[in-house]
Every structure is written in structure tokens, then in C-alpha cells.
């Protein structure tokens, strides 16, 4: 049995994320094909996920076990304890909202999701597997724009420093351009989504 843990950064009530539409129906295929796995759902904007503060900082040396119940470091726990990882937000001001970048700072701590040896960091989450899933105005997969996708590529480059390489991105582009099918990009998404799910 896996646990998967699914991180919504989305504050957008349900039903009206696009983003989410997306990755609800790719839970609801998994848990079809995966009925015995646990799925987790972490609601960064429930979950009241703030910046790192001063003691937050400090906290990101921990000893190993320590703090597991800490209401900082307790995610980082949950996060290494996980098998697999969803992540579904959409791309804002070319990057990640602010609010998963602040999950990321939670996470991303020393002796417990990475380490430092003599030859450098090494991430502690090896042999797991994660898929992204995002929404974008524009078309940010191929062409110009494609040098100003920064959050996508930013997950991607954090969550293989934690030790996690197999790692999957569904983006429906072009949501809010002129000319474009927004339904029929969202179904397409949907139908990519469902699929990858029989065999994440």
C-alpha cells in the first residue's frame, strides 16, 4: 500500500480552479486502479501555511526525530513519509504561488528530506515518484515563453534536490488566450490526466 500525497495550492473555492479540475479527476482514476493506497490531501490555503520566521529558520537543522510533532517540521515528516507526491497549482507571474513556496521552505530541511555529506547535499527522498499538474494563460511548453516558465521547472529542479528524479508534468497551456478552446485544452488535460493515473 502507498501513501500519496496530494498539495493543493489553489484558493480558488472548489469546483472553480481549472487546475483543480484537473487533478481531483486524476485522484479519482488512481484511487480506482490504487483502491487499497492512502491518499492525502494537503490544502496549503486550509492548512494556513505561512513564511518561515525567524525560530522557522533556525529549525532547519534539526536533529534526526526531532520535532516530528512540531507544527514546522511536522510537514517535512509527512512529506519524506509519503511514497508518491501530486502537486497541482497554477502558474502565476511566471512562477509557483507564493504559498507553495512556502510549503517548499517547510519541507526542504536538513536530516530530514536532504542531507549534507562531504561530497555535497543529498536528498533523502529517493525512489519515489511525483506528478505536477498546472494550469497556464499562455503557452508556456514550447516557443518564446517557454525561457519564462518558472514554476514548473523551479518544482521540478527543488523536489530532484530532495532525491526524487521520477517526476511528471500535466500542463494545460493556453487556458486564457485569445482564440483558444479553454474546454476543450481543460478536457484534453483531463483525459492525459486520467490516463497517467493507471500506472503513477
Keep these: 500500500m502507498s501513501a500519496v500525497l496530494y498539495i493543493k495550492a489553489n ?5 472553480e480552479s481549472r487546475t483543480l479540475k484537473i ?7 488512481y484511487e480506482e486502479h490504487n483502491p487499497d493506497d492512502r491518499i492525502i490531501t494537503l490544502d496549503l490555503y486550509k492548512e494556513g501555511i ?5 525560530e522557522g529558520v533556525k529549525l532547519h537543522f534539526p536533529e534526526p526525530g526531532e520535532g516530528i510533532n512540531h507544527p514546522i517540521l511536522k510537514y517535512a515528516y509527512q512529506f519524506l513519509g509519503a511514497d508518491k507526491y501530486v502537486f497541482a497549482e497554477p502558474l502565476w507571474n511566471l512562477s509557483i504561488p507564493a504559498i507553495l513556496k512556502a510549503y517548499i521552505d517547510y519541507i526542504s530541511v536538513a536530516n530530514i528530506t536532504y542531507k ?10 529517493s525512489g519515489k515518484k511525483a506528478v505536477n499538474i498546472t494550469s497556464r494563460g499562455g503557452n508556456y511548453s514550447e516557443g518564446e515563453l517557454v525561457a519564462w516558465e518558472m514554476g514548473d521547472s523551479y518544482l521540478r529542479a527543488i523536489i530532484g534536490f530532495l532525491g526524487i528524479t521520477d517526476f511528471t508534468t500535466i500542463a494545460a497551456d493556453n487556458m486564457d488566450a485569445n482564440g483558444q478552446d479553454a474546454e476543450a485544452i481543460l478536457a484534453s488535460a483531463i483525459t492525459k490526466a486520467q490516463e497517467l493515473a493507471k500506472s503513477f
Design 11 to 15: 484558493p480558488k473555492p472548489e469546483g
Design 23 to 29: 487533478a481531483d479527476r486524476f485522484i479519482k482514476a
Design 50 to 54: 505561512h513564511f518561515l520566521s525567524e
Design 116 to 125: 549534507y555529506t562531504a561530497e555535497g547535499p543529498v536528498g533523502l527522498c
